[in-house]
C-alpha cells in the first residue's frame, strides 16, 4: 500500500513564526502536492512538484514556498505565519502514468495563535 | 473562481437510503472525473472515476452518473449503511494534465442507523 506521511498531526505556532510541514511517501512517485481544507471549500491547491527541485504554484501559493530536494519528501514552509493559515494541511502524492489516483496523507492541522 | 460546484453541503440519510450528491463543472477540458472518500481524521481516498466517453460506472454500491452535454455528473450510494458516513468530493482533471485536480467543496454525508 501506498504510505504518504506527515510529520506532525498537530502543529501550534504563533504568528511570524517560520512553519514547516514535511511529507514523504513511499511509492517513489514523481508528483506530490500540498493542498489545504477548509470547511465549505473543499481542498484547495497550494503548490505542487513533478520532480525533484520543480514545482509549480496551484490556486492559493501567496505567503508559502515549497522545497524539494529528494524524490520522497516534499516540505511546505509558511515564510511568516499568519492567522488566516490556521487550516488543516494535506499532502498528496501520484504516479504520472495514466488515470493514477493522489494519495494522500491524513493532514496536519495547524493553529496560529 | 470555483471550477467544480457540489450540492448538497450536507445530506442525511435512513440505512438503505440512496443519497446522490451533484457536480457540475464549466471547463469542457476536463476529461477525468474522481470521487474521493473522506473519513474523520484521515486524508481522502479515491472512490470511483469516470471518463466523459460512458455515462455511467458502477463499482458495488457505488454509481456515477454523467451527462456531458450538462455538464454535471453525480455519485449514487446504493443501500447505505452507516459506515458510509463521510465527507464526499468530487474532482475534475484538464486533458492533457497528468497532475492537477479541482476539487469541489464537499459533501457531509450521514447515514442513520
Known amino acids: 500500500d501506498v504510505k504518504v506521511t506527515q510529520s506532525s498531526r498537530y502543529l501550534v505556532k504563533r504568528t511570524g513564526e517560520k512553519v514547516f510541514l514535511e511529507c514523504v511517501q513511499d511509492m517513489d512517485h514523481e508528483n506530490m502536492f500540498w493542498y489545504r481544507q477548509d470547511p465549505g471549500l473543499g481542498l484547495r491547491l497550494i503548490y505542487f512538484s513533478y520532480d525533484v527541485k520543480m514545482k509549480e504554484k496551484g490556486d492559493i501559493p501567496e505567503g508559502y514556498s515549497v522545497s524539494r530536494e529528494k524524490k520522497e519528501r516534499f516540505s511546505l514552509i509558511l515564510e511568516s505565519a499568519s492567522t488566516n493559515q490556521t487550516s488543516m494541511y494535506l499532502c498528496?502524492?501520484?504516479?504520472?502514468?495514466?488515470?493514477?489516483?493522489?494519495?494522500f496523507g491524513d493532514g496536519t492541522r495547524l493553529s496560529i495563535l | 473562481q470555483q471550477q467544480v460546484k457540489q450540492s448538497p453541503q450536507s445530506l442525511i440519510v435512513q440505512k438503505g437510503g440512496i443519497p446522490i450528491i451533484n457536480c457540475a463543472y464549466e471547463n469542457t477540458a476536463f476529461d477525468y472525473f474522481p470521487w474521493y472518500q473522506q473519513f474523520p481524521g484521515k486524508g481522502p481516498a479515491l472512490l470511483i472515476a469516470?471518463?466523459?466517453?460512458?455515462s455511467e460506472k458502477k463499482e458495488g454500491r457505488f454509481t456515477i452518473s454523467f451527462n456531458k452535454s450538462a455538464k454535471q455528473f453525480s455519485l449514487h450510494i446504493m443501500d447505505s449503511q452507516p459506515g458510509d458516513s463521510a465527507t464526499y468530493f468530487c474532482a475534475a482533471r484538464i486533458s492533457g494534465s497528468a497532475r492537477q485536480l479541482t476539487f469541489g467543496s464537499g459533501t457531509q454525508l450521514t447515514v442513520l442507523p
Open positions: 498528496a502524492s501520484s504516479s504520472v502514468r495514466g488515470d493514477q489516483p493522489q494519495h
Open positions: 469516470i471518463r466523459p466517453d460512458v
